[in-house]
Structure formats: structure tokens, C-alpha cells
């Protein structure tokens, strides 16, 4: 597998590659606080067990992040984004303008969790087709596995939403 020669990116997709990967990184150990929170705030029980699972998915996920950092020559580094923060911010807004153990409040911990779903999403994405590109394949494929994983969590955010706590919010 090719790796970053020297700790310096030889091109400017590797040093895009690098930044991305720092801000994925920044996101997924951000996103841990984050998901503690929306637990904390959800009052359907398979909605706390849905992020109660991706709390450690994302663990995983910030693991095998480390892995990637190392086998293009790079100490993981993070760097979390203003995305992220708004995203933050917005699931905090939700918090705070809906009523504690309402089903109307899961839905909208719902919404902000799958915010994070799809930053993450295009984050893992994009880095995954960028190490195609820059010949990583092994790096390629611990990306595209994770990617999978987070595609499967927004699908079962939207199988909880559509198949229970949308339909009880809508009674409120």
C-alpha cells in the first residue's frame, strides 16, 4: 500500500485527504458527547437503545480512524468543524425547545442524530472514493466499512422514526 512520503502529503488531494480525515476524525469523537446527550434526552426506549449502540459503533469507528492515520504515516489528529458544531448546536435547540418525555422531542433527537448520520455519511464517502484515488486500498476498505455501518444507523434512526415515534408525535 502506498503511504504519505515523509509525514508531507505529495499532492493537494493528500492534503485534502488529510484535512477531511482530521475533520472526520474531530466529528466522530465529538459525536460521542453528542450522542450522550440525545440519550440522555430521548425518552423512547428503543430510540435510547439505537444510540446506545451507535455510542459504540462510533468508538469503533474513532479506532479504526486511528488505524488509518497510521498507515498513511500520520499521528491521529482531530480537528472538529464548524458543521459539526452547528450540528451541535442544533440538536441542543431541540433539547431546549421541546418538552421532556414527549415523543415530539425523540423526533426531533431523531433529526439531529441523523445530521451527524449524514455529515459523516459524505465524510466517509468522499474520503473512501479520495483513497481509491491516492492508491490507499487498505485505507479504502477500513473507510468503506465504517461508511457502511453509518449508512445502517441513519436507516434504523428512519425505521424508528417512521415506525414509532413519528406516529406518536403526531397524537401530541
Same mark, same amino acid.
Given at each position: ?24 476524525? !474531530? ?6 458527547? =453528542? ?23 462510533? @468508538? ?25 458544531? !452547528? ?9 431546549? !425547545? ?12 431523531? =433529526? ?12 466517509? !464517502? ?5 483513497? @481509491? ?5 487498505? =485505507? ?33
Amino acid at each position: 500500500m502506498k503511504t504519505m512520503s515523509q509525514n508531507k502529503p505529495d499532492s493537494r488531494l493528500e492534503e485534502l485527504f488529510l484535512d477531511e480525515l482530521r475533520a472526520l476524525y !474531530g466529528a466522530e469523537q465529538h459525536q460521542l458527547n =453528542v450522542l450522550l446527550l440525545l440519550k440522555k434526552a430521548a425518552s423512547s426506549q428503543k430510540l435510547k437503545n439505537v444510540l446506545a449502540s451507535h455510542l459504540d459503533e462510533t @468508538r469503533e469507528h474513532i479506532a479504526r480512524l486511528e488505524i488509518v492515520f497510521g498507515k498513511i504515516g500520520y499521528a491521529a489528529e482531530a480537528r472538529v468543524s464548524e458543521t459539526v458544531l !452547528g450540528i451541535t448546536r442544533a440538536a441542543e435547540d431541540i433539547i431546549a !425547545g421541546t418538552e421532556r418525555a414527549t415523543a415530539t422531542r425523540d423526533a426531533g433527537i431523531i =433529526v439531529a442524530a441523523q445530521q451527524l448520520e449524514h455529515y459523516e455519511i459524505t465524510r466517509y !464517502g468522499s474520503l473512501a472514493q479520495h483513497a @481509491r484515488t491516492l492508491e490507499y486500498d487498505e =485505507v479504502e476498505e477500513v473507510l468503506e466499512q465504517s461508511l457502511f455501518e453509518e449508512k445502517e444507523a441513519d436507516d434504523l434512526l428512519t425505521a424508528v422514526a417512521e415506525n414509532y415515534i413519528n406516529t406518536e408525535a403526531r397524537k401530541e
